[in-house]
């Protein structure tokens, strides 16, 4: 089993909207509907920020969601703020496993 | 508000076990949901360990799962995880987590603050 395929950096300036990709196959991103997104910053612990690949947990801001086409699934945050500045990691059911994606840094400009 | 805490040594030498321990407070674990275990090397990405219902039933990433054992302690409400045979590779912030109520769903919603697992002679 291989980690699911992240961009390794992606950046935006205030108040654009940045899309991450993660990249897997028919055997975890693309055979399910069970991709999840975290983000961390630095010295802390991941956060949930999407589940079943576009549903928000309670406290995340609408300006993020998340989709899926194929074996391709996608974060867009839009009206980038500052406290986006963080790591994002993509993660997928892979019947009887469970599989991260490599990760992305997201610079804001 | 659910709280996961880890425990464990800082420091285990080359060949040797280690064993980590996730206590849970403000949710009892017997109310459902899988509980897991995410490392991730210093500098790296996540990496998927393991996963149980309070039940026992457990899920292992295939590439690790030789080497380890996940338990539940249902009366103590904590977790645990045994890694044998570590080599510095091992070396990693180790999470434990709260995922989903079906394995399948895969996603963790509540995670631990991380402890640091060094192997070193």
Known sequence: ????????????????????S???????????????????????????MIYDVSKRPSGVPDRVSGS?????????????????????????????????????????? | ??????SGPGLVKPSETVSLTCTVSGYSMTSGYYWGWIRQPPGKGLEWIASIFHSGSTYYNPSLKSRVT?????????????????????????????????????YFGYWGQGTLVTVSS
């Open chain 1, 1 to 20: 089993q291989s980690a699911l395929t992240q961009p390794r950096s992606v950046s935006g300036s205030p108040g654009q909207s940045v899309t991450i």
């Open chain 1, 22 to 48: 993660c990249t897997g196959t028919s055997s975890d991103v693309g055979g399910y509907n069970y991709v999840s997104w975290y983000q961390q910053h630095p010295g802390k612990a991941p956060k949930l």
């Open chain 1, 68 to 109: 899926k086409s194929g074996n391709t699934a996608s974060l867009t945050i839009s009206g980038l703020q500052a406290e986006d500045e963080a790591d994002y990691y993509c993660c997928s059911y892979a019947g009887s496993y469970v599989v991260f994606g490599g990760g992305t840094k997201l610079t804001v400009l």
């Open chain 2, 1 to 6: 508000q659910v709280q996961l805490q880890e």
């Open chain 2, 70 to 106: 996940i338990s539940v302690d249902t009366s103590k409400n904590h977790f645990s995880l045994r890694l044998n045979s570590v080599t510095a590779a091992d070396t990693a912030v180790y999470y434990c987590a709260r995922g989903s109520i079906g394995f399948w769903s895969a």
